[in-house]
């Protein structure tokens, strides 16, 4: 929980940064070198996030055990696959501002930060309203 709100807070940061970069309007060099820390930062916790769910399936295909191995398998091609597959691949995106020709661009690097905080901010929205439903 810590790192998803480490990488929150990253993201916000970097799409700040590239707001900054949008409104003083500077070059192109300028801004891929001044957006570059924040864009290692929330790459770094990206892959922190990640990193149990691929280890989560990893071990149910080779531990052998079935119920194990069809559940993964049910969240991969189940009714909601698109929830799952974004939470493994939308943390994952402030990577594509390692690009040169990506990261130039401030406006796309912002809406890049905003598009990884869907999955991040999802379960505690979910969480918090679920608990909301259940109290009433």
Known sequence: M?????????????????GRMIFHRSTSETAHRSLLPFIVVASILGWCIIYPFAVEIFVAYYSGAIYEMEAVSFRF????????TAGFILPLLPMIGLL???????????GI???SLIPVSFTPVVTIISRIIKEA
Do not use: E, K
């Open 77 to 84: 091609s189940g009714v909601y696959w698109w929830v799952y």
């Open 113 to 115: 930060a905003l598009l």
């Open 100 to 110: 040169p020709w990506v990261g130039r661009r401030p406006t796309l690097i912002a």
């Open 2 to 18: 810590i790192i998803q709100a480490l990488q929150f807070i990253s993201c916000i940061a970097l799409a700040i940064a590239a």
